[in-house]
């Protein structure tokens, strides 16, 4: 049991004599013993926590220096121990004053500028930037409480700081992330539209035009196909580094994505300097470009879109520079064209058909029809071609020359063009069953068919579908199509199939006889163009009559399209062309008038 002894002198007369107390000190030694084993608890504390604490006296003096405070403010504790340190607050007239010193080169934040506005003392927290003695700078929290005892007196404070320099990278890191093109490092297309925003607001002050350019280029897919996507990754940052030459310092480049680009001139002040730009970029983008010891040739197509002449918001002067882009694409690939409102016209009438064929699509108001194909000297049916019609429901039927070329803009053209496959597959096989056997069908495929679709397999399961014989099939294609390498390889598969392969409206492309040297053809059709003046005896006649000779003497049938006169089909009869089609015989029927029509052919001789 601990005991405390109290000794206590008392005299009487001569006589000394000491008191002794004793007093049972069980209660008073606990309580000392509780208090050291606070105040150890509460120095392990600050010793091992993971943040800076920093304990001072009423005067902001340094009692305590928590390890983790030397670390992040590059301090040492037995430096600071009894100094003032100006982290902490003191209360001065009964308001609390901070003491913190702000790093003014900071980037703004919510502590900037307003020293002494928070007062602190109720653990109150607030951003600083600390300054290190070696010119570190570290982003923190600092929270401030007052040390109070029983009698609410103060008599110190305590400050808990937050190393923020981890989710300030992080943020930074994400704001990366958000603003720019993980892929060449370009802004990306929120960034495009707040940077477009302040150009218009700078023009509008200031005067001038912003110039938008919206760059696609041309063919980007061969590159991924053939060379693979991490190739047409790497183009595409070549793409982005010859596009930032073309531009001046406060212009922008950004990408909008796939390869898609956009640049931005700000504060232009003539029209014909966003086109000479323009010009500047095709020129640097046709330049060829090595990728891993290859060479690869691309071309740009550009809109330009001008604020204020051709658009006034954001969307808008985008959206207008994308129709200028297509019209560029439209006119040959590799050139601009500025952005006109007949344009915008054309773009949304595109549109409107567009919408309405998906609605067509859904309402199955497509069908087929068959011109039949006629031997010119027996007059036998030998095939039919057929062809795409659109009634339409209110009866009136839509010219395949006004809806066709918007299903290839487009992409329908391929599901469009698979739907014919099958569908005339499978009513030509019924014709079979129904008595009017062997006839061969034409189909025309369009080039975008063969590039964006899996246009063989359809062809291979179509004609397995139908028990159809691949040698019944022939698939036209316009000889344009042929210098295109995809297309190119798509036709070999075909061939291989067994399906024959016609060459459409021969005589009005180019490269018409290496591409008949190329490719096993089976076919030749010439062209209406020349059929018209054949029994003329002009110059046409004699195009028909060279490609008939050219078409016999290399074993490729021939067949002449677009016949309206006995005189005609005597003129190609006499030249030599096995075939023809055309009005003379019969326009093109649904598959129900079909057996009526080829009866009716052959019975007139």
């Not at 209360?91 to 790093?103: T, W």
């Not at 330009?304 to 882009?325: Q, R």
Request: aromatic share 6%.
């Amino acid at each position: 049991m601990p005991i405390e002894v109290g000794l206590d002198v008392l005299r009487s007369g001569s006589d000394v004599m000491v008191l002794a107390s004793i007093f049972d000190a069980s209660e008073r030694h606990a309580a000392r013993q509780r208090a050291d084993e606070a105040s150890a608890l509460a120095q392990s504390i600050i010793d091992s926590a993971a943040f800076p604490i920093i304990a001072t006296d009423i005067d902001g003096r340094v009692l305590e220096f928590s390890p983790s405070a030397e670390r992040v403010l590059r301090l040492r504790k037995a430096d600071l121990l009894g100094q003032r340190l100006p982290i902490v607050v003191r209360e001065q007239a009964g308001s609390a004053v901070p003491l913190i010193e702000l790093d003014d080169s900071a980037e703004p934040g919510p502590a900037r500028g307003r020293r002494g506005a928070m007062p602190f003392g109720n653990g109150e927290m607030r951003e600083y930037v600390w300054r290190c003695a070696d010119g570190t700078r570290v982003p923190i929290h600092l929270a401030v409480s007052g040390l109070r005892n029983r009698s609410g007196t103060l008599f110190g404070y305590i400050a808990i700081l937050y190393d923020l320099s981890e989710r300030k990278r992080y943020e930074e890191h994400m704001r990366i992330i958000a603003e720019q093109d993980a892929l060449t490092g370009l802004p990306n297309r929120l960034v495009l539209h707040e940077r477009l925003a302040a150009a218009i607001g700078a023009v509008e002050r200031e005067g001038g035009q912003v110039g938008v350019l919206l760059i696609d280029l041309d063919n980007f897919k061969r590159v991924n196909d053939s060379l693979g996507h991490y190739m047409g990754d790497k183009l595409l940052g070549l793409v982005a580094a010859r596009l930032r030459s073309c531009i001046r310092v406060n212009d922008m480049v950004a990408r909008m994505g796939g390869d898609e680009f956009v640049v931005v001139l700000a504060g232009i002040r003539r029209p014909i300097i966003a086109q000479l730009v323009a010009r500047k970029i095709v020129r640097e983008l046709c330049r060829p470009l090595e990728l891993d010891g290859h060479t690869v040739e691309i071309s740009p197509s550009i809109g330009i879109c001008l604020y204020p002449t051709d658009a006034v918001t954001v969307d808008d002067l985008i959206k207008n520079a994308d129709t200028a882009m297509y019209a560029a694409k439209e006119a040959g690939r590799g050139r601009f064209m500025p952005f006109s409102h007949e344009m915008a016209d054309a773009a949304s009438e595109r549109w409107r058909i567009e919408h309405a064929m998906r609605l067509a699509m859904g309402r199955n108001e497509f069908c087929v029809a068959y011109q039949p194909q006629v031997d010119l000297r027996s007059a036998r049916v030998t095939g039919v071609e057929a062809l795409l019609r659109w009634p339409g429901v209110d009866g009136a039927t839509t010219s395949p020359a006004h809806f066709i070329p918007v299903a290839e803009q487009t992409g329908l053209i391929a599901p469009i063009g698979e739907w014919v496959l099958r569908t005339a597959c499978r009513e030509i096989s019924q014709l079979d069953a129904d008595g009017v056997p062997g006839l061969r069908l034409s189909i025309n495929l369009s080039p975008r068919q063969l590039r964006e679709s899996n246009m063989i397999e359809i062809v291979s399961d179509t004609l397995a579908d139908n028990n159809f014989d691949p040698e019944r099939l022939e698939l036209e294609i316009t000889e344009s199509a042929f210098v295109d390498d995809d297309v190119a390889h798509a036709i070999m598969q075909l061939h291989e199939l067994g399906v024959r392969v016609a060459i459409d409206d021969f005589g009005t492309g180019y490269s018409s006889l290496s591409q008949v040297t190329r490719f096993p053809l089976d076919r030749l059709k010439i062209d209406r163009v020349f059929v018209q003046d054949v029994a003329a005896g002009m110059r046409h006649a004699a195009v028909t009559a060279a490609i008939i000779a050219m078409g016999r003497h290399m074993g490729i049938d021939v067949v002449a399209e677009g016949i309206e006169t006995e005189a005609q089909a005597r003129a190609l009869r006499e030249q030599g062309c096995q075939e023809g089609q055309g009005f003379l015989y019969s326009q093109a029927v649904p598959i129900g008038e079909l057996a009526e029509a080829i009866h009716r052919i052959e019975s007139r001789g």
